[in-house]
């Protein structure tokens, strides 16, 4: 191992998603007008947030975190696969694929967090409203957000110290888009069974326990409310409707990609090009119309802008 430790691989190829021209021109179409509408739309979150003392609690302060990491989520990967959809050679080089996948996981690992801060929230605000602005104060705030960074490096690092040595001296092709880890890694000249195992159970518990933690919340909180009131919990539903169905857009494809034995190449592809595009534009959408106080203070945001637009 020692006289192959190093790398003679420069660079990846990628398969790409479709070599029909028709369909090229319909993924570009959908990917930058996706791209553009999540970047415009999660920075509009951002700065209504950062901007209006009334969205000034908890709540917002997570979404506003959210809508970051979801520009984060479109630029790492969507913006390539623009670029490459009309190339005939898609090509990373190495350092690119592997800060590309770093920075996924990351990104990952910090929004399960979000999320779960989000759901916990949520908890508080509906089951102990009473509680709420003891409980969710400006030091929840920072734990949350610096227990998100920390969880999602962490769950980072421990794969990329195991994979930035792999020794990849034969096959550069990854039939994918993006620099995903699992392909990755069978592309090495070593066995890399255990390797492939351990990121199937670091990803995969992750997102699989996430998504029970997600969701055994979500009907404690609605079990808790019908106790109390048929109305309410019918408020409850409403107001939790729209985080259930951002924890399912974005799990979803996270348990198929790692936990699936035998996952279909075209579906994988194709769930992952949902991920990286449209994810990131369901959520602010999800979320704003979901949400009487951001839409109000998105319009009064849009109408000062537009006011300081035509003084200037």
């Not at 602005?133 to 920072?142: F, H, S």
Request: aromatic letters at 14%; proline letters at 4%.
């Amino acid at each position: 191992m020692e006289g192959t430790n190093r790398s003679v691989v420069s660079e990846f190829m990628f398969v790409g998603l479709t070599n029909s021209w028709k369909m090229q021109v319909l993924l570009f179409v959908f990917a930058s007008v996706f791209y553009m509408a999540s970047m415009m739309g999660n920075s509009l979150i951002i700065f209504t947030v950062a901007s209006d003392p009334h969205l000034h609690s908890l709540m917002y302060f997570l979404l506003a975190n959210l809508s970051f990491i979801d520009l984060g989520v479109s630029c790492v990967t969507c913006p390539k696969m623009i670029y490459d959809l009309f190339r005939k050679h898609k090509v990373i080089s190495f350092r690119g694929c592997i800060t590309q996948i770093f920075f996924i996981h990351v990104i990952g690992g910090v929004e399960v967090v979000l999320l779960i801060g989000m759901a916990y929230d949520r908890y508080v605000a509906i089951c102990k409203p009473l509680h709420y602005l003891t409980i969710m104060n400006a030091k929840m705030c920072i734990f949350i957000l610096v227990s998100a960074w920390v969880v999602g490096l962490m769950h980072s690092l421990v794969q990329f110290v195991y994979i930035v040595n792999l020794p990849f001296c034969g096959p550069n092709i990854l039939d994918s888009f993006y620099c995903d880890l699992p392909r990755f890694i069978r592309l090495a000249c070593v066995d890399t069974n255990q390797l492939e195992l351990m990121v199937s159970a670091n990803s995969g518990f992750i997102s699989v326990g996430s998504f029970f933690i997600l969701v055994i919340s979500y009907i404690v909180i609605i079990v808790t409310v019908q106790k109390h009131s048929s109305s309410g919990s019918s408020k409850a539903l409403s107001t939790l409707s729209a985080h259930i169905s951002v924890v399912v857009l974005f799990f979803g494809p996270l348990i198929f990609v790692y936990t699936w034995p035998s996952p279909s190449t075209h579906l994988d592809k194709y769930l992952a090009i949902f991920d990286a595009v449209g994810t990131p534009f369901l959520n602010p959408v999800i979320y704003t119309l979901r949400n009487q106080d951001m839409k109000t203070a998105m319009k009064r945001v849009c109408r000062q802008l537009l006011k300081y637009g035509k003084i200037s």
